[in-house]
């Protein structure tokens, strides 16, 4: 940290903020807390769940869907850090929420998870844009890389903490109950968010930018409109995009489908959120290794690294049968997901033309989200003709093929940005 400008270190730490949000709040705690809510109001198991999944699909799509024409509108001056701080704000302040509303509200509960996740979306598209302002090109891949580590490094904090509050409640070792607990990890969350958020807010600068235009909405949706009317000259920006829905669609199934999959072996809920701790820890200096052979080696050959890394998991997810097995696989998924990450998002951000990176990062932003239905399907598809859970997160090793073949395809990143700026 201490080699890095002021402003590449306050975007480093806005990763280290949210991640508290990503595991406590998506992941780990309000998943649970949610459930046990909607139990206690009466909801059987498949209604809540079917309820959660409605909340999380629509809140998604609806951050996807607006996400270009905010980047469009973001990319005039002055507007993309108000468009993050409103989004910030969002997010946190219904965060907060999570922590006073009644656990019996749980329809109140729901509304509120669901703007946390449009203001958490929102906040996200505009942050991964200012990594064209906050740097160079030549440094995109160890800033990138280091936010993502310094994500992990700060999810195990607030993750810990929460944790031991919930497992010391239940335990009547402290005079809370475990809703309370529970409660207190949600404001723990967005203090932390809050907190090391303020360097961002204070720090960093939109350096590329258009000059105003009196209606900034309309005429984002207009260069919206011209970008896709020009779309050949981004041939290969698009391109990437594409393999990028492929390879990240098997990085995010085989994270959100571990819990379940852990389950199906029979590992213990307890060992499993151990697992799930380890890989943060680990996940952190393997993604500033990828951002370092990056350098030496291009950011394109170690995606290509992570892929295929990808491909060694999902072939020995199929004969996994052990704890130990599970291990090992959580251990190899920490080598290669913050790095496949960190390098996809400054890949991408060499790709763009600076002065309309957020319009672009609404795209990359739309594949990101929608990089999460063919995966899950994929391997509820498998698993459910096969009968076996292994055959079903081997099935993922198509994406993967699929992913990389594309990737192999795309110019390398320096000749993009130069044809780019010739083509305008």
């Not at 509200?105 to 669901?114: D, I, T």
């Not at 990828?290 to 350098?295: E, F, I, N, R, T």
């Amino acid at each position: 940290m201490s080699r890095m400008s002021k402003q590449e270190k306050s975007w480093v730490l806005y990763d280290w903020a949210n991640s508290a949000y990503s595991i406590l709040i998506t992941t780990a705690i309000f998943p649970l807390y949610f459930k046990a809510a909607a139990k206690e109001a009466g909801l059987a198991a498949s209604t809540s769940t079917a309820y959660w999944g409605y909340a999380n699909s629509f809140a998604t799509l609806l951050i996807s869907l607006c996400a270009p024409i905010l980047g469009s509108i973001a990319d005039f001056k002055g507007l993309k850090k108000r468009l993050f701080t409103f989004f910030f704000a969002l997010g946190i302040v219904f965060t907060l929420l999570l922590a006073v509303v009644p656990s019996n509200q749980w329809l109140f509960l729901l509304f509120c998870y669901m703007l946390t996740v449009i203001g958490f979306g929102g906040t996200n598209i505009f942050y991964d844009a200012f990594l064209v302002d906050v740097t160079t090109e030549d440094r995109m891949n160890k800033i990138s890389s280091r936010g993502y580590a310094m994500g992990y490094i700060g999810s195990t904090i607030p993750f810990f903490i929460s944790i031991a509050l919930i497992i010391l409640s239940q335990n009547n070792i402290i005079p809370l109950s475990v809703t309370v607990a529970s409660q207190a990890a949600f404001a723990i969350t967005a203090l932390w968010w809050g907190l090391f958020t303020i360097p961002m807010l204070k720090n960093v600068k939109q350096v590329y930018y258009k000059e105003p235009v009196p209606n900034p909405v309309s005429n984002g949706f207009k260069q919206l409109f011209d970008t896709f009317k020009k779309i050949k000259l981004y041939r290969p920006l698009f391109l990437f995009l594409i393999a990028y829905f492929f390879y990240i669609d098997g990085v995010n199934t085989i994270i959100t489908m571990s819990t379940a999959y852990g389950y199906d072996l029979g590992i213990k809920s307890d060992n499993l959120l151990i697992i799930l701790f380890a890989t943060q820890v680990v996940a952190a200096p393997f993604a500033i290794l990828y951002g370092k052979l990056a350098d030496k080696f291009k950011g394109k050959t170690m995606l290509l690294v992570g892929i295929f890394v990808y491909i060694v998991i999902c072939t020995y997810a199929y004969f996994l049968k052990t704890t130990l097995d599970f291990w090992i696989l959580a251990m190899l998924v920490a080598s290669s997901q913050g790095g496949i990450q960190a390098l996809s998002r400054s890949y991408f951000a060499k790709l763009v033309p600076k002065e309309n990176a957020n319009e672009f990062f609404g795209f990359y932003s739309i594949f990101y989200k929608f990089a999460a239905i063919l995966g899950p399907f994929l391997v509820g598809f498998t698993a459910q003709i096969t009968g076996n859970t292994n055959s079903g997160v081997f099935s993922l090793i198509l994406l993967f093929i699929i992913g990389g073949a594309i990737l192999l395809r795309v110019p390398e990143s320096t000749a993009i940005s130069q044809s780019n700026s010739i083509s305008q």
